[in-house]
């Protein structure tokens, strides 16, 4: 990530942190909103004793929640703010986390499933190579799966956010993989994609079952 967009996000969630401290408004997040999008996210499929990346992890509330669901996972939360990671370390002393620019920096071995939850609201300067290089990273590093998040065109508009159109998702999704899926089903303001490393179909162009 260049320099300058690091500082932008820093600077954001670092002044919002010193508001709000362990507190969904701190990473910009509507209060109450974090379970839906935890639950449409984590749909992508069985993590049950999965292996699990969580990019900008923010306070690591994604390994909570899987926890809290009886879900257990090997977690591995990156995020650039070491706040929010010594945080984190604090609040789930069994999980790992890693204060790391996930562009740049290795994340450590590979993983069953990646997610990224609220990473790319905020606009700098460049949005769209932002997602496109998070996503072929984040769709490298796994085995199993993709899933993230982001703010739609129908979302309320906000100087500080970047509205991504859906189309432009899915198209360049459909470069990584054939296997994706787009939901918008469960908050008006955001929606979700799944990319899928297992694209195999039969001789009927159906996907088989991962």
């Not at 600077?11 to 109450?32: A, C, F, M, Q, V």
């Not at 590979?110 to 939850?117: G, H, R, S």
């Not at 008006?188 to 179909?201: F, G, I, N, P, R």
Request: aromatic letters at 14%.
């Amino acid at each position: 990530m260049r320099p300058a967009d690091r500082d932008i996000l820093k600077n954001y969630y670092g002044e919002k942190l010193k508001s709000y401290g362990h507190d969904t408004r701190s990473l910009g997040w509507i209060p109450g909103a974090r379970k839906v999008r935890f639950d449409a996210l984590t749909s992508i499929g069985d993590l049950q004793g999965s292996s699990v990346l969580d990019v900008g992890c923010g306070f690591g509330d994604l390994y909570g929640y899987l926890a809290g669901r009886g879900i257990k996972v090997d977690y591995t939360g990156v995020d650039i703010n070491p706040d929010f990671i010594s945080i984190a370390r604090e609040a789930y002393p069994d999980a790992r986390f890693v204060v790391a620019d996930f562009e740049d920096d290795d994340a450590g071995s590979e993983f069953n499933w990646a997610f990224a939850a609220g990473i790319f609201t905020l606009k700098i300067s460049d949005n769209r190579r932002f997602i496109r290089d998070t996503l072929k990273k984040m769709f490298d590093v796994c085995n199993k799966g993709v899933a993230a998040d982001f703010l739609g065109p129908t979302s309320a508009g906000n100087d500080a956010y970047w509205q991504c159109p859906p189309e432009e998702v899915l198209k360049f999704c459909r470069g990584l993989t054939k296997r994706v899926v787009v939901r918008a089903d469960y908050m008006s303001t955001e929606y979700c994609v799944y990319l899928y490393k297992d694209e195999m179909a039969d001789e009927r162009n159906v996907f088989e079952k991962a």
